[in-house]
């Protein structure tokens, strides 16, 4: 008997575990000062994950292109292999549901600055081509040099901490909308910071401020590194950094993606994936599992484990 319940239990563990939807939802929390929202709202917004940890945020800007920031790329000032990266597409759920495709390729521009983050943008190819619908859908980039007025009202969409106290990323994708902070501003306030700090906090041209300056409670944060900063739905910036999140006397800072109009373009055109046949496919199979989803619902397998064992 005791036996008979024991491989009953495992069984029901395996299931439990690679379920993919159940226990998912143990936590709606609230990026910072922001709401749940929808997928079907901004389509192109994907999950990005390291060894099936999410790290960041990404937006496809072609079937087989991703935009993300290039230091979720890097480890002592290398490239990490792609082999380790996939990209989840068409769920405003963190770790579960859409389309999850293998990475190819990470390019990173000559000019990155880790030291300072500037020129924070990566391009990913994907090793297979996303299929658009009403969950999956590609952002327009501005212009060259194009310059989105200060004081605009734009918005951060992303899956990264909802409050500076919580260090987890948020299970429903959030939005908050906030305003774009002049140059002059942001560099100015980063630059008092980095006197009284020791840090280097410079704000370059290839940089976009935005947050609610001398209020805060509204800003991008942990694990939206990456993601998108829209203004009028077109693609104005990259999450990158910012000194803590949602501060009143600091904006958060993404990267201008105007300054790299056509670095983006032309490194599409330069990896297109065209010679790809097969070389991503034997990379990926169970990717994107949050063991702490898992780690959860084996628990509650042990809980019945225990209970049958009393009550059997
Ligand atoms: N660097 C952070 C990340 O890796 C995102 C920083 C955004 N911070 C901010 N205060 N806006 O996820």
Redesign the pocket.
């Known amino acids: 008997m005791w036996l008979l319940n024991f491989v009953v239990m495992v069984i029901a563990s395996t299931i439990l575990c690679l379920s993919p939807s159940f226990a998912t939802e143990e936590l709606v929390a609230l990026i910072i000062g922001g709401t749940n929202t929808d997928i079907e709202r901004y389509p192109y917004t994907v999950q990005i994950y390291r060894n099936s940890d999410f ?2 945020g990404g937006s496809l800007i072609s079937h087989r292109h991703v935009l993300s ?1 290039a ?2 790329f890097f480890k002592n000032n290398g490239i990490i292999s792609p082999v380790h990266f996939t990209v989840r597409a068409g769920t405003s759920k963190l770790n579960t549901g859409g389309t999850e495709v293998a990475v190819y390729q990470i390019i990173v521009p000559d000019r990155y600055n880790p030291k300072i ?1 500037d020129n924070d943008l990566a391009v990913l190819v994907l090793c297979s081509k996303l299929a658009t619908s009403a969950s999956i859908g590609i952002v327009t980039i501005p212009r060259q040099g194009y310059e989105v007025p200060d004081n605009s009202a734009v918005t ?1 969409v992303g899956w ?1 901490s909802t409050s500076v106290q919580i260090s987890q990323p948020s299970q429903i994708l959030q939005s908050v909308t906030v305003f774009t902070v002049s140059r002059h501003v942001c560099a100015e306030r980063y630059a008092r910071q980095e006197v009284s700090s020791g840090r280097v906090m410079v704000v370059t041209h290839n940089m976009i401020c935005a ?1 609610l300056l001398d209020i805060g409670g509204k ?8 993601g998108p900063l829209l203004f009028n739905n077109t693609l104005v910036g990259i ?9 009143s006397n ?5 990267t201008r993606v105007s300054s790299f109009y056509r670095w983006i373009h032309e490194t599409m055109a330069n990896y297109n994936a065209d010679e790809l046949i097969g070389v991503c496919t034997s990379q990926k199979s169970a990717a994107g599992r949050n063991p702490m989803n898992c780690r959860g619902r084996l628990y509650l397998t042990y809980l019945l484990i225990i209970y049958s064992l009393i009550f059997k």
């Open positions: 790290k960041c920031a230091h979720c983050s951060y990264g947050g800003d991008a944060c942990q694990w939206d590194s990456g999450i990158s950094w910012g000194y803590q999140c949602a501060h600091f904006p958060g800072v993404a």
